[in-house]
Nanobody, 124 residues
């Protein structure tokens, strides 16, 4: 099993920045690609960003491209999501996920493990 714990969420003003972290523990050797998803109230969960095992490949949803940056530190078993120029529509619960394969998967079913989520609220 792999446990994922997100941190760094909170309240920020529109235009501001925030960095989310996701710490992995357990059988992390069984996971490769990592991703971030989010779910806003009344909406379905949506893909935000993904990063391959060594960080050489990243992929972003169009809605966050150019504003968000995903990165990882495998020595610390941690993945980050740097968010800049935040908008009210970025308000959501953000989830970290780990996949049992490499690449930059964008679909939820491609991920095997999920964190509990961290709330990000952007005030306008």
């Amino acid at each position: 099993q792999v446990q994922l714990v997100e941190s760094g969420g909170g309240l920020v003003q529109a235009g501001g920045s925030m960095r989310l972290s996701c710490a992995a523990s357990g059988r992390t050797s069984s996971t490769y690609a990592m991703g971030w998803f989010r779910q806003a109230p009344g909406k379905e969960r949506e893909f935000v960003a993904a990063i391959s095992w060594l960080g050489g490949s990243t992929f972003y949803a169009d809605s966050v491209k150019g504003r968000f940056t995903i990165s990882r530190d495998n020595a610390k078993n941690t993945v980050y999501l740097q968010m800049r120029t935040l908008k009210s529509e970025d308000t959501a619960v953000y989830y970290c996920a780990a996949a049992g394969r490499n690449g930059t998967p964008t679909l939820g079913y491609e991920y095997n493990y999920w964190g509990q989520g961290t709330q990000v609220t952007v005030s306008s």
